[in-house]
């Protein structure tokens, strides 16, 4: 671990404004902090949203603080666009199926490559960096994710027949092992997930990050399961951000389309969470600079929080 050396203390005094305001949002934070002493936060860090090194570093930190303060941070991580780039280079054509990746050998090969190697091991390093003691894992290691093949029906628009769809190597997770989890708990160790996971017939299967923070989160008895991404939320028709959705809601948005592409695992994922115990999970916006920190710590939130009513 490189020990983040505290900020030496600048002599420039804010003014009495700033001092008031600094002063209201930390004592603000004193309830949330103790509401959330104790348990644990699952984070999925979704691929758009580590394109930029400052806003990465601020995710680190506050995955940093977050334990510091006495709660326990489980982090999940994506890298949809990071293997699409590499699939980009190596000529190897990737096509979507309801916001999944269709997954053939060579393509698991190089989802793998990068979402256990270098995705995982940069994050980890971030954390590191930031005074926090963080351990990279695939959903492999110690059969974390046990995954079974998806597979998807979609109607035929000209003939009306539903048609099984073969996405390949895509994996759900049907049984999480989390005991690796409680032991690094114990060693004060956070925690870094690819989303590989491992199938009864020894297959690595690729699965999308949302659905794995959300089956970790259900699993381990999270409190909150943050999904951060590149958008708002959770947009209407009207594209205006919907602060709060209930399961029922979240459902009618995916069968009426106004959840589309990857919003439609991440509402799973929310719902299924929620259903499994979750107190709440919530799709926030990886863009806004410690957006963690005014979800966890603030009264507002900074996304669409989706709960049980
Ligand atoms: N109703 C909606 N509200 C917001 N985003 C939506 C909605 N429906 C579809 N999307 C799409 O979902 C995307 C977020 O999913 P995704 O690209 O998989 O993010 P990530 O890589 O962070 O997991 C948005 O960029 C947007 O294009
Ligand atoms: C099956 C499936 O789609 N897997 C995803 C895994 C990574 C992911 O989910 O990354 P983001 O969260 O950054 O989108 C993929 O291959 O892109």
Redesign the pocket.
């Known amino acids: 671990m490189t020990a983040a050396s505290a900020p030496a203390p600048s002599r420039e005094a804010p003014s009495r404004e700033e001092w008031i305001a600094k002063a209201r949002t930390l004592s603000e934070a004193l309830p949330y902090m103790r509401r959330y002493s104790g348990k644990t936060v699952v984070v999925k860090y ?4 580590m394109g930029n090194q400052e806003l990465a570093k601020r995710f680190a930190s506050d995955i940093v603080l977050l334990k510091q303060v006495g709660i326990y941070p489980i982090v999940v991580h ?1 890298g ?2 990071q293997i699409g780039q590499m699939l980009d280079r190596l000529n190897i054509k990737s096509t979507f199926v309801d ?1 999944l990746r269709v997954t053939d050998k060579a393509t698991m090969e190089i989802a793998e490559m990068v979402l256990s190697g270098s995705i995982n091991k940069e994050i980890v390093a971030l954390i590191n960096d930031e005074g926090g003691d963080a351990i990279g894992l695939s959903g492999k290691d110690d059969d974390l994710i046990e995954a079974r093949k998806v597979t998807r029906t979609k109607r035929d628009p000209d003939s009306n027949i539903e048609r099984i769809v073969d996405l390949g190597f895509v994996g759900d997770p049907f049984r999480i092992n989390p005991g690796l989890l409680m032991k690094l708990r114990q060693a004060d160790i956070i925690p870094v997930i690819a989303p590989v996971g491992i199938g009864e017939d020894g297959e690595t299967y690729n699965i999308n ?2 659905t794995a923070a959300g089956a970790i989160a259900a699993a381990v008895g999270a409190t909150r399961l943050l999904l951060l ?3 708002a939320g ?2 209407d028709k009207d594209k205006n951000l919907v602060p709060s959705l209930s399961v029922e809601a979240a459902k009618a ?1 995916i069968a009426d389309g ?6 439609i695992p ?1 509402l799973e994922t929310c719902i299924e969470a929620v259903e499994g115990g979750v107190e709440g999970a919530v799709i926030l916006d990886g863009r806004v600079p410690h957006a963690i920190l005014l979800e966890i710590f603030t009264e507002g939130g900074a996304g669409t929080l989706v709960g049980r009513k």
Do not use: R
Request: overall charge negative; glycine content about 30%.
């Open positions: 979704g691929g758009h949203a994506g949809g666009p916001g990050a949302d991404t590149d958008v959770f947009l948005a106004t959840a589309f592409g990857g919003m991440k």
